[in-house]
């Protein structure tokens, strides 16, 4: 497991990747905010989909999915139609519209990655990838088995004096 000072070193750089975020979002059109573009990107991966899943993949309150959702529907991005199993429900499926604005975003930020990620090897780049999927993996609330704590063990104790020894 790894040391204390590992664990503030990758809090201290995932505060530092806030940056990288905000620069990514500024390539965005100024149409298309990040939310949307996270409901976009999200219909485009795992195709149509009811409200409720959004708001799971988004990770996000139902009323905010909908404040995302309103704001792709009045631009003709994406179209909410009757759940056929529940009529209380919508799908929601991304119109041609919204994928020629998802494409276009796509190709920016791709773009950009490529721009600043020059320098990286195809292993890097790829190996960047897998670590992230896997710490995103591993915070995806109980969607994936993770090890059951062990208990803390008791400290050896020295005989001769009954305080801790340390012990590697």
């Known amino acids: 497991m790894a040391e ?3 664990y503030e070193e990758l809090m201290r750089q995932f505060s530092a990747f806030g940056a990288v975020r905000r620069e990514m979002g500024r390539i965005l059109p100024s149409e298309c905010p990040g939310g949307s573009a996270a409901v976009l990107t999200l219909l485009g991966r795992h195709g149509d989909m009811r409200m409720s899943k959004l708001a799971e ?12 959702v309103t704001h792709v529907a009045e631009r003709g991005w994406i179209q909410r139609s009757p759940d056929p199993a529940d009529k209380r429900s919508r799908i929601l499926h991304l119109t041609p519209e919204g994928q020629a604005q998802l494409d276009r975003m796509m190709r920016q930020t791709c773009r950009m990655l490529a721009e600043r990620l020059s320098h990286w090897s195809d292993d890097e780049v790829a190996q960047l990838t897998a670590l992230m999927a896997r710490l995103r993996a591993s915070f995806d609330d109980g969607r994936t088995p993770h090890p059951e704590p062990r208990p803390p063990t008791a400290p050896v104790l020295d005989q001769s004096t009954r305080t801790p020894a340390i012990t590697k």
Do not use: F, G, I, K
């Open 4 to 6: 204390q000072a590992q």
């Open 57 to 68: 993949l988004l990770a996000v309150d139902m009323s905010v999915t909908s404040r995302h």
